[in-house]
T-cell receptor
Framework: DTEVTQTPKHLVMGMTNKKSLKCEQHMGHRAMYWYKQKAKKPPELMFVYSYEKLSINESVPSRFSPECPNSSLLNLHLHALQPEDSALYLC????????????FGPGTRLTVL | SQQGEEDPQALSIQEGENATMNCSYKTSINNLQWYRQNSGRGLVHLILIRSNEREKHSGRLRVTLDTSKKSSSLLITASRAADTASYFCATENVGTSGSRLTFGEGTQLTVNP
């Protein structure tokens, strides 16, 4: 299995809702990433987990809360989002040996009303 | 902030022609990677070139790296309509908190049948 899966594919939520995005990989990778991508822009790094521990938080607002319950699973909990948070959220993973390729999931298209 | 700048921003060619995309960056890197993204989907890794390498090939792809000029180019030969996508360069830097990929602004390639 050489893919990263993300659910749901699409999500529409109100500003008072709480929702979660899920990412899963079964490649034995020990580094996992969340990126945010606005239309016609490059992905921007949000969080990095290394061996299930948060290693990088790119000053992301606390309304985004990441969680890594085990080495295969990465969640992004969303609460009190703003319309400007609407974007494509991409998950990626790679072997913990640095300096190699990242494998990306297909993304979750999030719309905040 | 984004480290990479790509040009052109958009490129339209006919099937069978070659496509060249350029990427410039600002700081020292460990490696530079190229990714492709079809509209609204996840990114697919194309090729990785390390800072001590000057040229790399993979199928119809040729990547060069000039660390003295802090620039890279991606050449796609004998293009096909299926090559239509956005292409991003990404530089890998190692900071005090770990390594991260920083993506350039991307080139939108359209290959006309």
């Amino acid at each position: 299995d050489t893919e990263v899966t993300q659910t749901p594919k699409h999500l529409v939520m109100g500003m008072t809702n709480k929702k979660s995005l899920k990412c899963e990989q079964h490649m034995g990778h020990r580094a996992m990433y969340w990126y945010k991508q606005k239309a016609k822009k490059p992905p921007e790094l949000m969080f990095v987990y290394s061996y299930e521990k948060l290693s990088i938080n790119e000053s992301v607002p606390s309304r985004f809360s990441p969680e890594c319950p085990n080495s295969s699973l990465l969640n992004l909990h969303l609460h009190a989002l703003q319309p400007e948070d609407s974007a494509l959220y991409l998950c990626a993973s790679r072997e913990q040996v640095s300096y190699n390729e990242q494998f990306f999931g297909p993304g979750t298209r999030l719309t905040v009303l | 902030s984004q480290q990479g700048e790509e040009d052109p921003q958009a490129l339209s060619i006919q099937e069978g022609e070659n496509a060249t995309m350029n990427c410039s960056y600002k700081t020292s890197i460990n490696n530079l990677q190229w990714y492709r993204q079809n509209s609204g989907r996840g990114l697919v890794h194309l090729i990785l070139i390390r800072s001590n390498e000057r040229e790399k090939h993979s199928g119809r792809l040729r990547v060069t790296l000039d660390t003295s000029k802090k620039s890279s180019s991606l050449l796609i030969t004998a293009s096909r309509a299926a090559d239509t996508a956005s292409y991003f360069c990404a530089t890998e830097n190692v900071g005090t908190s770990g390594s991260r990929l920083t993506f350039g602004e991307g080139t939108q390639l359209t290959v006309n049948p």
